[in-house]
């Protein structure tokens, strides 16, 4: 295993592989590309949360001839977008389970006819009575989703958790709440679509998983593999946005290329991106938890609800990922997760960076410090007194077998944000001052790759071959849209075999030239697919030792020469690995017991908060990340991607808010669903501490969703730290604040000047 | 080419006439079509992006006669005469201009939708201001949003670039980053 610090190109800051054609503007997005003879798409939507259809007219006054119209009649297969279950139809066909819902399509060469056209198509419904939140579908008055509104429920069990209340020396109870969030991409869904009878359906597109959309596709259109192609254009960012929705805009625009004859291009603008696409589900997350007398945890019962929307989609395993991250790093003996997710009427949740583990994390270390200030607890020293260790069991008693540093992690991380110091300094300032600062903690550890059994059943496959050219490419269909995907696995390749950097390109990121290696998702780029092509690499060389002369060392051009020899002898010079799970991986998918993931990333997170008890805002002014994700593959990448995901966090806890009003987004608009600008994110220090793990890509584990998960307890922390108040509700903006610190303080005197 | 396309393109429209990066061209487009639309569908210059249409997001900044624009909130009949500057015209001949090189060297693009606004709104600061704080840095970029870096390695990046046309080159970014490897 070739983990240790040697490396020449692995852990080096080399330019990112696209990264000259984005700065010339050269880079090529969806809308940047136009195919002959083009048209134009766009979507008919529910206006209502639930309901019949009863009458669909055409306002006569448009020439309805120029236009292409599909509706459900006109899906040649199945109606359904193919996900995990098969609830949600590609277009609504006589009833409708949420605002926005695509009911009819139309395409036309000209895009500003079409948009006229959009309003003159007249919906008429008989309405249902909708269930817009967690409580409304748990009461299960109105049954709006299968037999009983659950979309999906889990139940983990540790030890037992009944008989420990009675011991217990403290017993702390509270409630915490998150709100939806917005991926807000700055490049909004779109995709290009063709067919033809020969070819059948090719799709160009702003999207994460090249092989999600091939199977929609194959589903809705009935076809077989040979004739879906789908191709991933440069990708404006997708934080999980671009996930599942892709397979619903690629069906879209490819049944009206099918029918109009024409290929044809679906483009969102912000305000039809905001109101339909995915966010993340809200949650309500209840803690019950009992401890010693010394502050040591006995019990930790929780209960989880997400609100999941109109249809399954990625509920189920969202909802996975926010039970295996309920009890947060810790050691506990006896544990409870009830958790469940609810269908409403609202749009459909969907997949965002951390898939659960934000919500679950926020409720979790929140609850720490209120368990602290119960206590009367510093709380640094509860969590201490509370981390796993190396041999620990989790709350799916997986054996803790690679080591953990958390406390080193911890160390660093108030060391080099002075915390305690801090906490003392604005302790002896917030009394005679309006602004009252403070600091905040959060420990969390976030899985990488699918969960359980989950990346067996992928069985991923990738690899790299050598082209006539001497180009040496990478075949995967795991894909770039920011995070580093291209760099960071021709980093692997090149290393692996031992040439240069700029020798390794990534083959196009389509469906006809590249294997599936699993979908761009769950942190598993750089430990599994890394993995995969480090395996695969190897392979090679040894292939071209053995059969192709190729000696001990070698230069690149050695290299180069014995592909040459091996081409002529084999045909083509290729080297392809499955997945194989590392050895002793145990999961029960019934019990939710076992090894849950193969691996975690670490960290602590230290927020330092400022709180205008005039003005009722909350600043973030300065912010310490300290974390372990394995072997760092690319420092500055790396770095970009825990800065990043925090100021991500930092709009979930405090900017960004979803308004929503009978089942519609009402601020769907840039104006005001607000994240933070340039100004409003802090100074943000990233601190890396490096543990090799035997089973990833050079060591290294995931580290993309990992920085979502803690900041926003971190800044809520340190609200409470700064106010004295316990705000347990996210997004916390202004008019909360207000609230909530009226409520504490209802007769204090104006602060001294 | 589309039906649209051949009505902006027709000749009943009036002349239209302005300097893009230093070429100067004429179009023939109804005077209130976007100038974000005519760099993109006339002038084939797609390293303009569109992210809101609403004057929010920043990335279909372009620089006109020394001042950033947004794009999308320019009728086309404004530029008549104008200079415009557009990401296309930063990389002459092929070379990378410094402050491409200094996003490229400080992760200061990472999706890169952002990123053409973005150093049009760098440049712009960077002419009046060659030497901008971080403070002012943050300011210049308020209007630029990008959702993907946490703005840190653009800031970086801008400071970079500022500093490598200073006498001392060689100074880093001030980028505090640290490995401890075990
Ligand atoms: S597209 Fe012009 S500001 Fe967003
Ligand atoms: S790099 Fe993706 S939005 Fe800025």
């Known amino acids: 295993m070739n983990t240790h610090a040697t490396t020449r190109i692995v852990g080096a800051p080399v330019p990112r592989k696209e990264g000259v054609d984005k700065l010339v503007g050269r880079a090529c997005y969806v809308d940047d590309m136009k195919r002959e003879g083009m048209w134009y798409g766009a979507t008919v939507r529910s206006t209502i949360p639930r309901g019949l259809i009863r009458s669909i007219a055409f306002d006569r006054r448009i020439e309805w001839s120029e236009f292409t119209v599909v509706t459900a009649a006109d899906i040649p297969g199945e109606n359904i977008i193919q996900l995990i279950v098969a609830d949600q139809p590609c277009l609504a066909d006589g009833k409708v389970n949420h605002c926005e819902e695509p009911i009819l399509l139309l395409a036309h ?28 579908s748990e009461q299960q008055d109105q049954i709006v989703w299968g037999a009983d509104n659950l979309l999906k429920s889990f139940l983990l069990e540790k030890g037992d958790v009944d008989s420990a209340w009675a011991g217990a020396g403290h017993i702390v109870e509270g409630e915490y709440r998150t709100g939806a969030q917005e991926h807000l991409y700055i490049e909004n869904q779109g995709i290009i679509a063709e067919y033809s009878a020969e070819d059948g359906v090719t799709v160009w597109g702003s999207l994460q998983c090249p092989y999600y959309v091939f199977k929609a596709l194959r589903g809705v259109f009935d076809l077989p593999d040979e004739k879906v192609r789908v191709i991933q254009t440069e990708t404006g960012g997708a934080f999980g946005g671009k996930e599942d929705y892709p397979s619903i805009l690629a069906s879209h625009a490819a049944l009206l290329a099918k029918k109009s004859g024409h290929p044809v291009k679906m483009v969102y603008d912000r305000m039809e991106d905001l109101a339909a696409t995915t966010k993340r589900h809200p949650a309500r997350v209840r803690h019950r938890t009992a401890l010693d007398k010394d502050g040591k945890l006995l019990a930790i019962e929780i209960h989880l609800d997400t609100d999941g929307g109109a249809y399954a989609t990625l509920s189920s395993t969202v909802l996975s990922r926010a039970t295996l991250h309920s009890t947060g790093p810790y050691l506990c003996p006896n544990v409870r997760v009830r958790a469940q997710s609810w269908a409403t009427n609202h749009v459909p949740y969907g997949a965002f960076r951390g898939f659960g583990a934000p919500q679950a994390v926020f409720a979790m270390e929140r609850h720490m410090d209120e368990i602290a200030a119960t206590l009367d607890m510093d709380p640094v020293e509860l969590r201490r007194k509370n981390f796993l260790h190396d041999g620990d069991t989790n709350a799916t008693e997986q054996l803790m077998r690679e080591p953990i540093i ?268 607000i994240m933070p600008t340039a100004e409003d994110v802090p100074p943000i220090h990233v601190y890396f501490e490096e543990v090799p793990f035997r089973y990833g890509g050079f060591g290294a584990k995931g580290l993309g969703e990992l920085p979502h998960d803690g900041p926003a307890p971190a800044i809520l922390n340190a609200i409470r730290d700064a106010t004295g108040v316990s705000f347990n509700s996210i997004p916390l903006l202004p008019e909360d604040l207000y609230a909530g610190l009226a409520a504490s303080h209802p007769v204090e005197e104006p602060a001294l000047p | ?87 296309e015209g930063l990389a002459l001949e092929g070379e990378l201009d410094p402050l491409q090189e200094a996003f490229l060297q400080n992760g200061g693009a990472q999706c890169g939708i952002c990123t053409p606004g973005m150093l049009m709104a760098a440049a712009q600061l960077l002419a009046h201001r060659p030497h901008p704080s971080e403070t002012e840095i943050r300011e210049g970029l308020a209007g630029n949003l990008c959702r993907c870096t946490g703005f840190t390695r653009i800031v970086a990046s801008v400071a970079a670039a500022a500093r490598s046309t200073e006498s001392n080159p060689a100074m880093e970014p001030e980028l505090e980053q640290t490995h401890h490897a075990r």
């Not at chain 1, 890394?530 to 030792?545: D, F, K, N, P, V």
């Not at chain 1, 372990?628 to 770095?639: C, D, K, S, Y």
């Not at chain 2, 100067?24 to 569908?41: F, H, Q, Y």
């Open chain 2, 1 to 87: 080419m589309n039906a649209n396309e051949k009505a902006d393109t027709n000749a009943h429209w009036p002349a239209i006439r302005f300097t893009v990066n230093g070429e100067s061209r004429t179009v023939n487009v109804p005077p209130m079509k976007r100038l974000l639309d005519v760099l993109r569908e006339d002038l084939h210059l797609t390293g303009t992006k569109e992210g809101c249409g609403e004057g929010e997001c920043g990335s279909c900044s372009v620089r006109m006669n020394d001042e950033l624009v947004n794009s999308c909130l320019v009728p086309v009949l404004q530029a008549e005469g104008a200079e415009i500057q557009t990401v």
């Open chain 1, 406 to 673: 958390l406390d080193k992690l911890l160390d660093r991380a108030l060391q080099a944000s002075a915390y305690h110091a801090k906490c003392a300094q604005f302790a002896r300032e917030n009394e005679l001052n309006p602004i009252k600062r403070g600091m905040g903690i959060a420990a969390f550890y976030h899985g990488s790759g699918f969960t359980g059994s989950g990346e067996l059943y992928l069985n991923s496959l990738a690899g790299v071959d050598v082209t006539p050219e001497s180009k040496v490419r990478v075949l995967v269909s795991n894909t770039e849209f920011g995070q580093g995907t291209n760099t960071i696995l021709t980093q692997i390749a090149s290393e692996a075999l031992g040439i240069e950097y700029s020798d390794v390109t990534m083959a196009a990121p389509d469906t006809d030239m590249v294997p599936n290696s699993g979908p761009t998702v769950a942190s598993r780029t750089s430990m599994v697919v890394g993995r995969l092509i480090e395996r695969a690499c190897l392979q090679l060389i040894s292939r071209l030792r053995e059969q192709a002369g190729l000696g001990a060392t070698h230069t690149r051009e050695e290299f180069l020469a014995a592909c040459e020899r091996y081409r002529v002898a084999h045909g083509e010079v290729s080297s392809m690995c499955r997945y194989e799970a590392p050895p002793d991986i145990y999961w029960d998918d019934q019990k939710y017991h076992g090894e849950a993931y193969g691996a975690y990333a670490w960290a602590i997170y230290v927020a330092q908060v400022a709180v205008d008890t005039v003005t009722y805002s909350a600043e973030v002014e300065n912010f310490w990340a300290v974390q372990e994700v394995g072997r760092v593959l690319h420092p500055v990448l790396a770095a970009g991607q825990i800065e990043g995901g925090i100021a991500q966090g930092i709009g979930y806890a405090l900017y960004e808010k979803v308004v929503l009003d009978g089942g519609r987004m009402t601020n769907n608009q840039m104006t005001n669903y």
């Open chain 1, 109 to 136: 060469p000209d895009k500003h006819k079409l948009r006229e056209a959009l309003g003159g198509v007249k919906i008429e419904y008989d309405a249902l009575p909708p269930v817009f939140t967690i409580e409304e």
